[in-house]
């Protein structure tokens, strides 16, 4: 079945397009990555998310008519990936969108257990003459989840290994890794933050060398690491926390980063860019033989790394040097996979599962009570298709 | 097939629920009403309601929570219902909820044509491990229509007769019919607002009596026409104007009334009921006559009338004496109907007409640029059905 995967962020990079193969279902499931784009959202509409996402800004009038826009440009970026890849827009079977989040509060009490995602998938469904699933996480909150992280369950969909234990190591702002232990069920996988993933990194390349990150691990290479430092992070209390545990900007942002910066100020920019990036390391490394290594031993292990931190060469080297000779390291473009794409792919895999009526939520990871079929069905409405029920 | 369609109007007045045993589909269409059920809204939601409706109030966390706290309480209604009728609810096969309406805005152009329903619909599918077919209004305005009225497609499917002309006249705060022509096709429907309904008759029984409205008609059948005021009221240009057309509380609200009760502060109090009676019958009556007759003909008509003015015997007596004898007067209670469940069994019978996979708006009723199917289907989370696309 061909589908297109929409993905908006938080951060507003720009709405992900990942227009995606997939065949079988459930545990037999391949999804092949056809062609990806991201359009950037247009500045009015950013500034309009924005007001949206303030508490204090947003009104109703906006929240309805952003719904439309927003689905008016995801229903735009679809069209921009088919013309991209040179696909017909006929040949789309179905749009999985996860929409855009403009509030997120999970709850235990099941009456303030919410979430917002807009982008209205009607449009999307009329202007595309298809099929659309969407709204994935309220389902899960209304079976007492957290309706996040939900990439775990497509993580497990297409890496769980018979032969393998299998670590998917995402590295973005934070680190974070989802366990997929050798011949496991669903409710063996587990996810956790490791710690910093480019956080540190990069607020230091962008104080230090006015640049954004650290190209390559370039910067990093040319370092040495400082002692005294390189300790003191290690003294960092997150690292003995015992999953499942997370963390954000609060812990290892710009308030963090400035305390070192005013702390180390005589030493060299590069040795501190070396000794952070060494501490990302070490994190995933540390959290993998505290935490991981103990519960699945500590041989036929496959980490498979993604976000940008994968494309950092320091750092991957790093982090090869700390982990036992049991345990391989690749990166998701090593697979055929892309670090980019992988949300959106992720989507449309959800999407497919709902279509086919599996429940794919991965209870373990967002807390739900149960397996639950995820999203709603937007039916083709220029079809005449039954739903039996 | 047994279905609990659900309304939660504007008005406040509470969550509309109804129990209704479906058969056939598209014309064939038969509905059954079992149980019908107003759940009234506690004093926190109606507020959180009124707030998240206020474009100077509202906010999305507001917005987000009173999302999921309405699911609960559409839940809830559903659970009320089931005990009220005695009915397991495992017997129910879907619900269809239109949810409540906090911002309707419909604009010709396609990036501001926008409404929201709120009421979260995985809520009621998870609590009472069912489908549920729901936010049946953005369809038909990403297809270019209004939203509303949607009423006219299940009246279609539900009168549309072979041998008679039928019109449905509802007679709410202002009357408004839909017109289905004998042997008709959909296209054939055409609805617009008569005038005024009771909203006249019930502002000058509050300003007069102290009551909300006129009991039966009682007041009136005392009263005598004030022939200046029932001339003046004919003069009304709404009257005059062709189909289609609407009005509203603008036009015949309370200041409409301060005015008439200003100029004929000296008639007897029961005449100003009377001759306020009158006009809403005539307005209605004349309606037809100078409209609806010309293009259907003046025999083998028959109007059904709902809504609260269907109970003025009064109201009804005069509408009867300004129509020809090919014209037929009956009530939807008459019928086997119930006025007050009609718009939950509609939602019913609209979300079984989705689920069959048959367009149900009605284009020369919304301006829709097409058929469309409307709503979005949550699947029993506690299923495996697949959806086949």
């Given amino acids: 079945m061909r589908a297109i995967g929409l993905m908006s962020g938080t951060s507003l990079d720009g709405i992900d397009a990942a227009l995606v193969d997939i065949n079988g279902s459930g545990l037999t499931t391949t999804a092949h990555l056809i062609d990806f784009v991201t359009v950037p959202?247009?500045?009015a509409l950013k500034e309009q998310i924005k007001l949206a996402c303030d508490p204090k800004q947003s009104t109703v009038p906006l929240i309805c008519q952003l719904n439309v826009r927003l689905g008016h440009a995801f229903l735009g970026a679809c069209r921009t990936l088919c013309e991209k890849a040179a696909v017909p827009v006929a040949s789309i079977d179905f749009v999985a969108s996860h929409g855009q989040t403009i509030w997120h509060a999970p709850a235990t009490d099941p009456l303030n257990n919410s979430t917002l995602q807009i982008g209205e998938p009607s449009i999307i469904a009329y202007g595309l003459k298809t099929t659309v699933v969407a709204d994935f996480r309220v389902m899960d909150m209304a079976a007492g989840g957290q309706g996040a992280p939900l990439v775990p369950f497509t993580e497990y969909i297409?890496?769980?290994?018979?032969q393998k234990h299998r670590l998917l190591q995402n590295i973005g702002g934070i680190g974070n890794v989802t366990i997929l232990p050798k011949a496991g069920e669903l409710q063996d996988v587990w996810a956790f933050d490791t710690g910093p993933g480019n956080m540190i990194i990069d607020q230091l390349m962008l104080d230090l060398f006015k640049q954004p990150y650290d190209f390559s691990g370039q910067t990093a290479a040319k370092g040495k690491i400082i002692p005294k430092l390189q300790q003191a992070l290690r003294n960092h209390p997150f690292l003995t926390l015992s999953p499942p545990k997370s963390t954000g900007r609060e812990v290892f942002g710009k308030a963090f980063t400035q305390r070192l910066l005013a702390e180390y100020a005589t030493e060299k920019a590069e040795d501190l860019i070396a000794t952070?990036?060494?501490?990302?390391a070490f994190s995933i490394a540390d959290s993998?033989?505290?935490?991981?290594?103990?519960a699945i031993g500590s041989s036929d292990i496959e980490v498979i790394l993604s976000g940008g931190g994968a494309h950092n060469h320091t750092l991957l080297r790093?982090?090869?040097?700390?982990?036992?000779?049991?345990?391989?390291?690749q990166t998701q473009d090593d697979l055929g996979g892309s670090s980019d794409a992988k949300?959106?792919?992720?989507?449309?895999?959800?999407?497919?599962?709902?279509?086919?009526?599996h429940s794919n939520n991965a209870p373990t990871a967002t807390g739900a009570d149960r397996g639950?079929?995820?999203?709603?069905i937007i039916p083709n409405p220029w079809s005449h298709t039954a739903y039996q029920i």
Same sequence: chains 1, 2.
Wanted: charged share 15%.
């Fill in 372 to 376: 639950v079929i995820l999203g709603k």
């Fill in 276 to 280: 952070a990036t060494d501490f990302t």
């Fill in 343 to 357: 949300e959106a792919v992720a989507f449309a895999i959800l999407g497919h599962e709902t279509l086919q009526g």
């Fill in 288 to 294: 993998y033989l505290k935490f991981i290594l103990p």
């Fill in 158 to 162: 297409l890496y769980q290994s018979q």
């Fill in 318 to 329: 790093m982090i090869a040097a700390y982990l036992p000779d049991g345990v391989t390291l």
């Fill in 41 to 43: 959202l247009d500045d």
